[in-house]
């Protein structure tokens, strides 16, 4: 098995043009979801490029998988990014260490608009690590959940 690309959306599903009112005759068809991931260590102090997505992309959610424990003394704070809107955190001030599993990714209010649409140009996706403390320890892999749509944004031409 090998990798393939592929350019813009694929739309999936068996009927492309809604030409009546009942099941079978209503447009049905939906875009990819696909995924893309990163790593990130206690090391990455500064903003990291963890992957692009491609323009028009809307996100759907973030996977962040704790391979190895961070163990910084007063707090540890994963944050991802694109540019300069914070997309959603891990951990936070309080918190030390971040354990082993599935961490909790808080979204912000103010990133709802990049989510719907990361913009007309392909999106770099950082994340930076910080500990208010001593840092030590600590690796991570960040999962975008996400569709393909069109540079403008959409995933659905109105007409074929």
């Known amino acids: 098995m090998g990798f393939a690309t592929h350019l813009g959306p694929w739309l999936l599903g068996t009927v492309k ?15 990819t979801v696909v995924t893309q991931t990163g790593a990130t260590t206690v090391s990455d102090t500064t903003a990291t490029t963890l992957f692009v997505l491609p323009a028009g992309a ?45 961490a909790t ?6 990133s709802i608009a990049t989510y ?3 913009g007309s140009t392909d ?9 208010a403390g001593t840092a030590s320890g600590g690796a991570a892999s960040v999962t975008c959940v996400y569709t ?13």
Do not use: H, W
């Open 105 to 110: 990714f808080t979204i912000t209010d103010a």
């Open 58 to 102: 809307m996100i759907n959610n973030f996977i962040v998988n704790i391979t190895t424990a961070y163990a910084g003394t007063t707090g540890n704070t994963i944050t991802v990014k694109i540019g300069s809107t914070t997309l959603g955190t891990v951990g936070g001030a309080t918190t030390t260490p971040l354990s082993v599993g599935r």
């Open 123 to 131: 999106a770099i996706v950082t994340v930076t690590y910080a500990c």
């Open 17 to 31: 043009n809604t030409t009546g009112t009942t099941a079978g005759t209503i447009r049905n068809m939906g875009a």
């Open 148 to 160: 393909v749509r069109g540079s403008d944004g959409v995933a659905n031409p109105s007409q074929a």
């Open 116 to 118: 719907e649409n990361v």
